[in-house]
């Protein structure tokens, strides 16, 4: 191997085309932009969403209801969900960690426990909320409710 008969890898590296020097090179003149409009001037930027004076994508699709800004976001875990884990894991507290840990809940979520399902074992469940029904199932079946 000698300093001469280095060369890059296959597919490394791409020829640049050198445009705007001169004549000669095949690629003066315009520099490869074509004549006139926006994009043969220096300095164009095409705005995202521009699809060439039609009229853009998010503005022909309709636009209806309403999003409060307000919404408090709940992730719903329900009582069957519980009763895998407890069956699953064995665990009988069931808190934010847990089902974090078990990839059920993220650790910043807001959880509510919903009353799908059946509760066979006694649990401890600790969530921000509960429905009336779900809270009844665990307390129907020994268990604890701890709101945060």
């Not at 329900?78 to 990839?103: K, P």
């Not at 009336?132 to 268990?143: C, F, L, M, Q, Y």
């Amino acid at each position: 191997m000698k300093l001469n008969t280095l060369k890059p890898a296959e597919g490394s590296t791409k020829s640049n085309k050198r445009v705007g020097r001169g004549q000669g090179s095949g690629r003066g003149g315009t520099s490869t932009r074509g004549h006139k409009g926006a994009k043969s001037r220096s300095g164009y930027s095409r705005k995202a969403g521009f699809e060439g004076g039609q009229m853009p994508l998010q503005r022909r699709v309709p636009k209806f209801g309403f999003n409060s800004p307000n919404r408090t976001e709940y992730k719903a875990i329900n009582l069957d969900t519980i009763q895998q884990l407890v069956d699953q894991s064995g665990e009988s507290v069931i808190n934010l960690e847990v089902l974090a840990s078990h990839g059920l809940a993220a650790k910043n979520d807001l959880i509510k426990v919903l009353g799908r399902g059946e509760l066979k074992s006694k649990v401890e469940v600790t969530a921000h909320k509960f429905s009336a029904t779900a809270e009844a199932a665990i307390e129907k079946v020994g268990g604890t409710v701890t709101k945060l």
